[in-house]
């Protein structure tokens, strides 16, 4: 070892304490003035056994004085982190940079761990916290220490800096960091471009009817509700991802809801509306212009609690008549809600019934760009930092993703409907308690006595695949439960002719789903085919297609897919 090496581990051997002293300290410091963790006693969070502490240091100053040495010795770095991938932080300099960042950043979080925090939420809040600040902390983020962005800037002759202050003063005039360009594709032309005809509309949803794409039909029509979160069309993107269309091409009418952007106008809207004016008069007008009583149901998302919703409130009135139902990525039961657990507690809950929610205080609207940067940063590397490296500091347009377009195609919610749903949700988990009121009715899932297909995804974050799971004990019937590969949109948005990802099925709905997964078979592909398989034996017999939409009473209205989707938020 050099003498310069010596020097450097002789003089970190004494700072390394005071740095994890100094980490707790501020951690303590964080916790102290943040209202997350007011009402929680956290004396005692950091009183860490010293043998913990001192092993924690002793790695740390290891891992430290070999970086040390490989930075002072001249030797190249190399990273698995793909935000340090590229030939240009193998320098010393910046990959030293890099080293380091990401030896501090292991650290806070072992830290974390070996805090005295017993209780969940508040260990989740203090990680996702720290996380965020780790996210956006890293070298990647600043001009001046990332050699890519510095790289682009010569070769462009500071042409990327010009760029990426105008895609960041767009951004900033829109609220929300765009994951796509908004002139990437059009809606109606390039997306949502399956033929059909709006055949009713009222003031919460307009209703597609879809022209047959074979020559012969399914008697029982699919009838579709989608997230009122979003945008319909994420189930009918381009030709060749479209659940819409592949339904059409295997021979189901489809009848598709397109919620309202809500507004001004609409923001007093209640949850009981979106059930009574919403998925119960589709779900009417989608029978009568059919003909058919029994149709399949579909629900997505927040999409299939609504749904599953008004068949529980249609049932206590006696109407049960549906051949099935399909619920895809769907909370019921909100056992677990994942990230998102960490921004709802009551005083959360009550500030928005204040605020917006008219309970006590004025209706307003939960704004569409608001979800969307939240839900973006609980992906902090893969949804928002990625890109302000990308856009703002190589001044590079982002990839034309339509998934990425539709995500940042934002919606509002009502006031009223948003905070209805986040108290007895996702706050108190009533939907399965039999006892919850609606529409004038004790909402009682166990009343579905239908056969259901059950649709989770591996890597959802935003519907655990567990809790979508605990919904099988709650409806009555057959039940088939199929887990995807991959995350929460990219696991549905799966067609079969792309052959990519796989999914498990298990005939056998266990009331653990540990013990069903356990049991599953993995099998390649896209869960559609198995989908498609379960579906067609609810559809009815085959018979010739209808080409014509609506009827005397539901004449069309425009083409698809109507101008509520085309409202911006």
Known sequence: MDNNAQTFNTYWSGQVPFIASFAVQQLRLWVSTNPWFSGHDHSAWFDLPGESLDTLQADYQSQWSQLGQQLLTGQPFSFNDRRFSSGNWSEPFFGSLAAFYLLNSSFMLKLLEKLQINDHKPRQRLRYLV???????????????????????????????????????????????????????????????????????????QLIQYYPQSETQYLRPVFVVPPSINKFYILDLRPDNSMVRHLLDQGHPVFMMSWRNFDEATAGTTWEDQIQNGVIKALQVTREISGEPRPNCVGFCIGGTLLSTALAVLAARGDKEIASVSLLTTFLDYVDT?????????????????????IGGPIGLFKGEDMGNTFSLLRPNDLWWNYNVDKYLKGQKPIPLDLLFWNNDSTNLPGPMYCWYLRHTYLQNDLKSGELECAGTKVDLSAIDAPAYFLATHDDHIVPWRSAFAGTNLLSGNKRFVLGASGHIAGVINPPAKEKRHYWTNNRVTKNPDTWFKNAEQHPGSWWNDWFAWLAGHAGERQPAVKQVGNDNYPPLEPAPGRYVMNKA
Do not use: W
């Not at 902390?137 to 105008?166: C, Y």
């Not at 657990?341 to 809950?349: H, T």
């Open 131 to 205: 996380e965020q600040a780790i996210a956006a902390s890293a070298p990647s983020n600043f001009l001046t220490s990332n050699p890519d962005a510095l790289q682009r800037v010569v070769e462009t002759q500071g042409t990327s800096l010009l760029t990426g202050l105008l895609h960041m003063a767009s951004d900033m005039k829109e609220g929300k960091m765009r994951q796509c360009d908004s002139g990437a594709f059009k809606v109606g032309v390039d997306l949502a471009n399956t033929p059909g005809e709006v055949v009713f509309e009222n003031e919460l949803f």
């Open 338 to 358: 994942g990230p998102i657990d960490i921004f709802v507690d009551e005083k959360m809950v009550a500030y928005r019934e204040r605020t917006i929610g008219g």
